[in-house]
């Protein structure tokens, strides 16, 4: 009760500096206002005066002269004088002689008249009409006066006096009414203006503090409420921002506390970011990727931030935000030149700017032989053992080279002035960039993850130019594959071609005294969230009978497939293995349909391109022989999907089908089970790839043996519920415990962790 009367007392008392603010502010712009229309009124008066005086003077002038020169006794000028001493706001005239002596004058001035004005002496002298306004006897007057003048000489002077009282009453009287204006007008204006501040400020500003008192007391309250244009546009956004950031630490400390109540250690971006920060202990983090995590794109006349789908910016984006780093990428937006600064940088997210990101630029040359070249039509087929003979060109070298080198420049300028900074460098783009690092600062704890296969010595021994990228490699105190296979690997293809030491035991190399730790870090997705409430199984065909329905198919299983449309996939051995699975089992002709999302990836390279063709006319073939008019067994969506649009299928799918010939890890698995919420579909997985290992629950597969892949589609579709339920939960339950925070806390550990010292002291360690 208290608090509300000082707040009613404190809300009075801003009303009350308000109404006075107004009051005196209009009160001074309308006597600013009024003094400038009353000296112009004044102004145009008096002019108004002289002007009625001299055109009375040029007219008595001559008659004045002849009174003067033709009657010595004067009594002709006295009479004249008397005769125009009548007329409005006149008081009278004088004649002079020109020895000053007054002549004749108008009865009603004689007795104010004690001395010759100045006026008249005046007019003698200069020998034309002189005005001036004085005060006669305290009586405001003009006095304005003409020389006579016979045969060149003046002989006298005529004075012309107005009376001048009416300019000063005048003047009050345009006082006087101006005051009653502005007293009314600011009694409008005030009034107008509370009503106008009322409707338009107090109200808003109530609502948006109600809405707020309501969330901090932790009611479910929508922000529709709060005004979202206009003077409080700025102030509903960040007022928005703070309520979702309450919001979110209420939602980590709920859950922290569920987590310390049950024992559990899921991670969360919250945990993640404490975490991180508690290990680099303020020591800052530089990230180098080649995709960048926000992109600047023209929308017609308009710039729009685009946010690329990337698994890689959903685990490090929590760690730059935690410690405010620094991510170098590769600007490849066409307006991302528009929005940085000199050095290329801006700050993100556009929402909440917490970190920085640093562009660096390319020429399509570069790009066209570093990316597309070496990394993607040479590294890419190499590493990926899928029978696509890999194409090393000497000039794709010298452009990868040089990219790799604009980078470490780039990340040096970053570096300048960083004490102890912390580099993590993401995959087969960069393997020249960790030595470039050390070699520019060997304090910097730097680390790379491989985020694609490491094939074994024999097949990376075909690469031209292995011993450069192995030693640019081991320049990182820290390596990072997806499997331990891959890390065996990479030791064996770096005792094969270079001098060094092997660290079995310890998984490291030692090279020219540099200890490098070789380590496998499986790469995961976010941790499933349950919704709540699972869609019961009625839902789920409902939810799959619209999608077929949309599809333009009739239909009662649906297959998921979803992947870049590339040859290490494995699409063509799956679309076999349907036509095998129809095949040996007709009784699901008209039943079952894969769809297959297929996303086109480095469309101008020429092996993408021809096998975009293969893919499409492997689907035509098999749709041919078994289609009906009302249903054929693939459809093939060769587009890119949002995240929400895969969902969907994922959800309503019977199974989804990761075939990949060779995968490092394959993150496809991974969103299938954590999207399961009603822990039903099957996971055919490929054995070939890195998420096999953790996933023993799905149904292991090679898929160059299309009737294994046939009977799995069957076992699949006929697998007891009960049986699928306890198969996802435990796949899902992996999936939660080694999501991508957990992937990134490894990381970041293992990298802060690490000592950097000498070859000797790490012998003795």
Known sequence: MLSRLRRMVSSMRISQRLIISLIVGVTLVAIFFTYIRMREEKRVLKSEVERQAAVLGDGLVARSIESLLGDPSHKELRRFAEEFGNREHLVGIAAYDDQGRLLAVTSALAPRLTSQPTAVAMAETLNHGYGEFVRLDQIPMYIYALPLVSENHVVGALAIFHEAGFIEAQSLRLWRDTFLGVLVQTLFITLATLLIIRWTVVGPVAKTAQWMRELRTGRAVESHALPEAGLFAPLTQEVTLLAQSLEAARAAAEEEARLRETAESLWTPERLRVHVHTKLQDRPLFVVSNREPYMHVHQGKIVETLVPASGLVTALEPILRACDGTWIA??????????????????????????????????????????????????????????????????????????????????????????????????????????????????????????????????????????QLLEGLLGADLIGFHIQSHCHNFLETVDRALESRIEWEHSAVNRDGHYTQVRAFPISVEAPV???????????????????????????????????????????????????????????????????????????????????????????????????????????????HTHSEINQYYQAADLCLVTSLHDGMNLVAKEYVAARHDEGGVLILSRFTGASRELRDALVVNPYDTEQVAEAIRFALEMDPAEKSARMRRMRQVVTDHNIYWWAANLTTELAEIRLENLEATAVR
Not at 436 to 459: G, M, Q, S, T
Request: glycine residues 6%; neutral net charge; aromatic residues 12%.
């Open 330 to 467: 590769h600007g490849a937006g066409d307006a991302d030149r528009e929005v940085v600064d000199q050095r290329g940088c801006l700050r993100v997210p556009p929402e909440e700017p917490l970190y920085t990101l640093r562009r660096v630029w390319m020429s399509k040359e570069e790009e066209e032989g570093y990316y597309y070249g070496f990394a993607n039509e040479g590294l890419w087929p190499l590493c990926h053992i899928a029978h696509t003979r890999p194409t090393f060109r000497a000039a794709d070298w010298e452009h990868y080279q040089i990219v790799n080198r604009k980078f470490a420049n780039a990340l040096a300028e970053e570096l300048a002035g960083a004490e102890q900074p912390v580099v993590l460098v993401q995959d087969y783009h960069f393997a020249l960039l960790p030595r470039l690092v050390k070699e520019l600062r060997p304090d910097a704890r730097v680390a790379i993850f491989w985020h694609i296969p490491w094939p074994n010595p024999e097949a990376f021994g075909i690469c031209p130019w292995q011993r």
């Open 530 to 640: 349950d919704p709540g409430q699972n869609l019961p199984p009625a839902a789920v065909y409902l939810e799959r009978a619209a999608l077929f329905k949309e599809l333009g198919v009739s239909a009662t299983f649906m297959g998921i497939g979803v992947d870049r449309v590339d040859y290490t996939k494995g699409i063509i051995e799956r679309f076999r293995g349907v036509e095998r699975f129809l095949q040996k089992h007709p009784s699901y002709q008209g039943q079952f349909t894969l769809v297959q999302i297929g996303a086109p990836s480095r469309t101008h390279i020429k092996r993408y391109q021809d096998f975009l063709g293969e893919v499409k006319s492997e689907a035509d073939r098999i749709n041919w022989r078994f289609q009906s008019p009302s249903w054929r067994p693939i459809v093939y969506l060769e587009r890119h």
